[in-house]
């Protein structure tokens, strides 16, 4: 049985995997004192050092089993993405809350085995889908969902990286789940699905590049993608996304969502991976939004942290989760890979 939901002023949190992503997300959570940062793990003793500095007496070991003993009220996951599920679930099993980092799984099994767990544990997950918190993309849902710019017929993502991951596992597909669709194009899924509510995805086509030339194995990664969404309202949404692009800056990424009367748009500013402006444009004009500075990298965590320190259980909001990796399990089988 699932253990009593309680508020709990400032939750016991453990951090499994303290790399680059791992230690931000941190450093954010500790800035805004909603939790007490107890355990830390992670194989890597240099990662244990620098992560130390930001939560000095927090308990130190080498792996999950570590944090499981120490019985933090949530763990938050940012380890290899084929561990993911496993952890996240062992961890749902012990009664505790989890923010993993996105994917949640390889697929949309994996995905759906974590979400059921967190569903019979009564257990808050969170997956890091951190441009949902950008103060553009929150300009951009709300605009769109206020009906002022017509129905929305059409939708362009992007997100070009001029560089490419740099553990060794994001390159092998047994480990990652995938490449650039994996890493990147989740993203893109989500805030597409997001925005317009979850709809009904009706078809989907992609193609699916790695150095210049189709996917050919299921052993390879894709570092180029194009996708075609056809959505159920009659929306079409197109995405596209790379590794290691000649894009003339740092990133290119991007939402625009057309409707009938009016249409919306975010964008990076000057190929920032951090700075990202929103605007609202009718015929030829263009009004601003939602400008930089925003400081959002933090703000998922900091929301499900929030969440756990008010006592919430499970959020049937993670059943979206699942359809996402549908969505991208349908993009990997209509490429053939």
Known sequence: ???????????????????????????????????????????????????????PGAMQGAGLDDLLAEGCDGIVIATPSALHADQTVAALEKGMAVFCQKPLGRDAAEAGRVVAAARMADRLLGLDLCYRHTAAMLAVRDTVRSGTI??????????????????????DA???????????????????????DFP???DVSAQLFAEGRPLATRDQVEDYATVTLRLGSGAVVRIACSWNLSAGQDAVIGADFHGTQAGVSMRNRGGSFFDFAAYRHSGTTTRPLAEPPDDWGGRALADWARRLGCGEGYDPAAEHFIEISHVIDRIYGAAGR
């Not at 017509?150 to 390159?171: E, T």
């Not at 194009?185 to 317009?196: E, T």
């Open 1 to 55: 049985m699932p253990l009593e939901n309680a508020a709990i002023a400032r939750p016991r949190l453990g951090f499994l995997g303290l790399g680059w992503i791992g230690r931000l997300r941190m450093q954010a959570l500790a800035e805004t004192g909603l939790a007490e940062i107890v355990a830390l793990a992670d194989p890597a003793a240099q990662c244990l050092t620098e992560a130390a500095v930001l939560a």
């Open 150 to 171: 017509g129905d929305v017929f059409a939708a362009d993502l992007v997100f070009h990286n001029a560089y490419g991951p740099d553990k060794p596992w994001f390159y």
């Open 174 to 196: 047994r480990l990652s789940g995938g490449g650039c669709v994996m890493d990147l194009g989740v993203h893109l899924v989500d805030l597409a699905l997001w925005v317009l």
């Open 200 to 202: 009904e995805v009706i």
